[in-house]
């Protein structure tokens, strides 16, 4: 999961209630890349570490840039392309007309495995993972390993797909799902091969309409269709001969599981084709009527910017992490943008302090310091604390004293922009000389909107049950309480249960500061996929895992995409035991996983151990760390000191550990 490094995130959490703004993107032209060809820009892909792009004309040249400097680094004839793709690992996978499959290793970008489908290719898919490759193929869809680089499984049709337009999996990875020009939907499970459920995606406005899509994809959370169609209809005054058809153009978001419309964006040019990002709330596209391209806020559902271009696009993409975007036209070029966001400014206090248990924070000071920050893309000219100046180092930071009576205090922050808008941040402060002290508190705390998902499990229909899990879970629901999160509790929850307590989080979180995903129950790792297990999962194989298990990498999605400006956190005390019956294949506890940024993951043990259940009402490890939460301290020294006490109980035999990527300085208390 990565989250967008060019979104403001907080940096520091504050004691006022924050709002949750709408960043709308624009583009600022980089650099254009030195020409190879003088055909149609077929393909496009950049690395996701930003260093590296490739392209491929529709006749097949191909070639590999190195951005910085652009410098071009490697050209080939790769046959007429239907997919090229950098991998999360850094690959660029190449699959051309014929099917034949080549893997180049990242950075060097020399071949390093070659394969072949079984028939050529219509559409090439990969899977959020970088793990499966699918093909769509006239008779099938055929899903192909990338790790183990062999063929997995294909699912016949019954039927003939005609004109598709999209194929692609859902968040957890679980569900394969085609969309054809006529908006017909169809959902298969990739592990068992059946047909899960058919759709039509109505458009609807119009009576006796015909709509066509002409481009389609899911959003980054994986619980969205989201197709550009032309809706056909006759104006009104009925059919005469002189009456032409009319057209209305639109982009429309669909429900992944249902095909309910939630969303329709009305657009005047064609949907030709279009990329999500950057975020998960915009995408851009392009239209062959127009030398234009558009970015589009579906969350407000307007254009946010129009960008001329001197050439027709044919390809266009952004970069993983959603900084650059780069545009391929008809004449062979490749051009490369900045992604800018345009967050309107907010002010953020961080001293004094704001503790939620007060209506206003109390002082014994006659004289405090206030400090804060101006997050977002507006230029801030001037700041004033109560009506005088306060020092501005035009970076976004501020500070300035005020003095204080006895009893409750407003304190008035405003910001004016050079536009001469004003922002404005109040709070209160009472003063009490009862409470005098050396020096001001300084700690920042998050007390802006928290929320959590608490699932645990115990009680298992096809495994050894576990004794502690349920209390380790209304543990970690009371402690959460008391530190101001809004919490929901799953108990022994099924697969049905877990996946949709999931995707009511991700509904949630759009809008907090702070969301945390906790889990106790089994938990185990097949082929470098961690697996949470719900308690009616019959588990006889690695295979049943994969189809009967939540894949972590679903939940990190749901809370990347959700809530990509705040902070989020995952807790796993999971790798209890290992409720494979013996002798089945399946890995003993968790792998690794690299945190993206503005996130926090916590393990229970180390990767490839198991954790204790506990020999009280409590498991080891969330005992300890229920205990650390009440204690005011950074959240990487609350994992650090649970760390510490938990090898200091279990004599160094449970090790828990953290992968974080913080983006500043954070307290739960």
Same mark, same amino acid.
């Given at each position: 999961m990565k989250l967008i490094s060019v979104a403001i995130a907080n940096l520091i959490f504050f004691g006022i209630s924050t709002i949750a703004v709408s960043q709308n993107a624009y583009l600022t032209p980089y650099q254009k890349l030195s020409k190879f060809s003088q055909g149609k820009i077929h393909q496009l892909t950049i690395s996701v570490d930003n260093k590296f792009i490739a392209a491929a004309d529709v006749s097949g040249k191909a070639a590999v840039w190195e951005i910085e400097g652009n410098r071009l680094l490697k050209q080939w004839d790769a046959g007429k392309l239907q997919f090229l793709k950098h991998a999360p690992s850094g690959d660029l996978v190449v699959v051309n007309a014929k099917g034949e499959i080549k893997v180049l290793s990242a950075n060097s970008y020399t071949e390093k495995n070659t394969a072949t489908f079984s028939s050529p290719p219509q559409l090439v898919s990969l899977d959020p993972t970088g793990q499966n490759l699918l093909a769509l193929e006239k008779d099938g869809i055929e899903i192909f390993d990338l790790r183990a680089f062999m063929m997995q499984t294909k699912i016949l049709f019954t039927t003939e797909i005609k004109d598709p337009k999209f194929i692609g999996f859902d968040r957890f990875g679980q569900q394969l799902s085609l969309i054809t020009e006529m908006g017909q939907v169809l959902?298969?499970?990739?592990?068992?091969?059946?047909?899960?459920?058919?759709?039509?995606?109505?458009?609807g406005e119009y009576s006796g309409s015909r709509s066509v899509i002409h481009d389609a994809s899911n959003n980054f959370g994986g619980d969205r269709f989201v197709v550009g169609l032309q809706e056909v209809f006759r104006p009104k005054g009925g059919a005469q001969a002189s009456n032409l058809l009319e057209r209305k153009n639109l982009i429309v978001y669909y429900d992944w599981q249902t095909g309910q419309e939630l969303k329709r964006i009305p657009v005047r040019y064609r949907v030709d084709q279009m990329t999500q990002g950057p975020g998960a709330s915009n995408l851009a596209y392009f239209s062959t009527d127009a030398l234009s391209i558009f970015l589009v806020n579906y969350e407000g559902g307007t254009i946010t910017s129009t960008i001329k271009v001197k050439e027709l696009p044919h390809k266009i993409t952004f970069s993983e992490n959603g900084e650059l975007f780069a545009v391929g036209n008809v004449k062979g070029e490749v051009d490369l943008y900045y992604v800018?966001?345009?967050? !309107?400014?907010?002010? &953020?206090?961080?001293?004094?302090?704001?503790?939620? *248990?007060?209506?206003?924070? !109390?002082?014994?000071?006659?004289?405090?310091?206030?400090?804060?920050?101006?997050e977002g893309t507006e230029r801030v000219s001037k700041i004033l604390i109560n009506g005088s100046p306060a020092q501005n180092d035009f970076s976004g930071g501020f500070e300035g004293e005020i003095n204080l009576e006895p009893g409750?205090? &407003?304190?008035?922050?405003?910001?004016?922009? *050079?536009?001469?808008?004003?922002?404005?941040?109040?709070?209160?402060?009472? =003063?009490?000389?009862?409470?005098?002290?050396? &020096?001001?508190?300084? &700690?920042?705390?998050?007390?802006?909107?928290?929320?959590?998902?608490?699932?645990?499990?115990?009680?298992?229909?096809?495994s050894n049950k576990l004794n502690n899990t349920i209390n380790d879970a209304k543990t970690m629901e009371q402690t959460l309480k008391e530190l101001g999160f809004q919490v929901t509790l799953v108990m022994d929850g099924s697969y049905e249960s877990m996946k949709n307590a999931v995707y009511a989080f991700g509904d949630q979180i759009s809008d907090v500061d702070i969301s945390l995903f906790y889990y106790a129950g089994h938990g185990l790792e097949v082929d470098g996929t961690n697996y949470l297990i719900p308690v009616d999962a019959n588990i006889q194989s690695a295979l049943d895992v994969k189809q009967k298990a939540l894949p972590l990498t679903g939940i990190l999605r749901? =809370?990347?995409?959700?809530?990509?400006?705040?902070?989020? =956190?995952?807790?796993?005390?999971?790798?209890?035991?290992?409720?494979?019956p013996t002798g089945k294949r399946g890995g003993t506890g968790l792998a690794k996983v690299n945190a993206p940024s503005g996130t926090l993951i916590a393990y229970a043990t180390d990767p490839g151990s198991t954790a204790s259940d506990g020999t009280g009402t409590n498991g080891l490890y969330t005992g300890v760390l229920s205990q650390q939460l009440k204690v005011s301290q950074r959240i990487e020294d609350i994992f650090m000191n649970t760390r510490n006490k938990v090898e200091e109980l279990s004599k160094g035999s449970q090790r828990p550990w953290e992968e974080l990527r913080l983006k500043g300085v954070f307290y739960l208390k």
């Open positions: 959902t298969w499970n990739p592990i068992n091969q059946r047909l899960v459920r058919e759709l039509k995606l109505q458009s800018e966001r345009n967050t !309107p400014a907010e002010i &953020k206090i961080q001293l004094p302090a704001i503790d939620r *248990s007060y209506a206003s924070e !109390p002082t014994g000071e006659s004289n405090i310091k206030v400090k804060g920050v101006i409750k205090n &407003k304190v008035r922050v405003v910001a004016e922009t *050079s536009e001469q808008k004003q922002i404005v941040k109040d709070f209160y402060v009472t =003063m009490d000389p009862a409470k005098a002290t050396s &020096k001001n508190q300084t &700690k920042h705390t998050g007390n802006g909107k928290r929320v959590a998902l608490i699932i645990g499990n115990a009680n298992y229909q096809y749901t =809370m990347e995409f959700a809530n990509e400006e705040g902070l989020n =956190m995952i807790i796993l005390d999971a790798c209890r035991n290992n409720p494979f």
